[in-house]
């Protein structure tokens, strides 16, 4: 399953976006900070970032623009998550090297939406068929009933 970084300096955004995307099917890494995010990003096995756009120290438009201008990185899907939806704070993200803008606050089925759209976007094809696996598990999942009578025989065992 793909990894998807979440940075945002509110540990109540980081645990409602981890819920999120662990019930989408998603590994998640959390930082606090845009140091963190980068220590986790250099160390590998990301595939996208959902970035604040207000942290401490360098802000979420900053970390785009270090990402961005680092090599190992650089190629890497971002997705900015902010509650400002001033269109010049839009267009700063986006020229800052950020893939997409989700305003807060957001839908599950939006967030997913874009998230699938970004991966999809990824020029790495192991991840591209991550993400077409994830989502015929989950098209798998939506096919299975509540409640599924187990056979007699199989009851008695357990």
Known sequence: MPTVLIADDEADHRDLLTLALHRLGYDVVTA????????????????????????PGLSGIDLCRTIRNDPRIESLPIMVV?????????MTA????????????????????????????????????????RM???AARQ????????????????
């Open 32 to 55: 606090a900070d845009a140091a963190e995010a980068l220590s986790a990003l250099t160390e590998g096995g990301v595939d996208a970032a959902l970035i604040d756009v207000r942290m």
């Open 82 to 90: 902010s509650a400002d939806v001033q269109r010049q704070q839009i």
């Open 94 to 133: 986006l020229h800052a090297g950020a893939d997409d803008y989700l305003p807060k606050p957001f839908s599950r089925a939006e967030l997913t939406a874009r998230l699938e759209s970004l991966l999809r976007q990824c020029p790495a094809p192991a991840l591209r068929s991550a993400s077409a696996a």
């Open 136 to 138: 015929a598990m989950l």
């Open 143 to 158: 096919s299975v009933p509540e409640r599924v009578e187990l056979p007699a025989s199989i009851r008695r065992i357990a």
